[in-house]
């Protein structure tokens, strides 16, 4: 690392960039810390570049940070809404009731789905619970397209036989 060349860059560029930084941000403080953190950047990966790309890499280096810095200003920015509409909002969460008789649902599936032998059952949670067409289920299992259709059904009419309504 030549220390006289990025001294030299810093005298001659520092003020400039800030300057440009500052038009584009209105913020002094963080134009000082862009241009900061574009030295870094230059020390890092600029060092070895010909003497005349270190001004266009500097520019082009300050230019990212105040884009990146624009995005994530952009990310965070919210609405204030007043505390008088957020009564309104609606708690879409299912009620612990709901939540418990769907827990209990999934193990009465569980249970008759351990009477069925085990082809009809990877066949049932590939298709139904992993979402795998019949297509890629047949393929996986190396059987066919109707195989897979008629398990399907096999499970189907079990479930719909022995779970209460």
């Known amino acids: 690392m030549d220390r006289t060349r ?16 500052g038009r584009q941000l209105n913020d002094r403080d963080l134009a000082a810390d862009f241009v900061q953190e574009t030295f870094i950047r230059f020390m890092e990966h ?10 266009a890499f500097l520019y082009s280096t ?7 810095h624009v995005r994530a200003l952009r990310r965070r920015k919210t609405d204030a809404v007043p505390t008088e509409d957020l009564v309104h909002i609606v708690d879409d969460r ?4 709901d939540v418990m008789a769907a827990r209990e649902r999934i193990r009465q599936i569980a249970a008759l789905l351990d009477d069925l032998p085990q082809l009809t059952r ?3 949670v590939l298709n139904r619970v ?19 259709q008629k398990h399907l059904a096999t499970v189907l009419r ?7 309504c």
């Open 6 to 21: 990025i001294n030299t860059l810093f005298i001659n560029h520092r003020r400039e960039l800030a300057d440009y930084v």
């Open 46 to 55: 600029g060092d070895t570049l010909p003497a005349e790309s270190c001004r």
């Open 62 to 68: 300050v230019r990212h940070l105040v884009i990146d």
């Open 94 to 97: 299912p009620c612990a009731e």
């Open 122 to 124: 990877r066949i049932f």
């Open 130 to 148: 992993t979402g795998l067409s019949y297509r890629v289920v047949a393929a996986r299992l190396h059987v066919s397209e109707s195989t897979v």
């Open 158 to 164: 079990h479930l719909l036989l022995h779970l209460p």
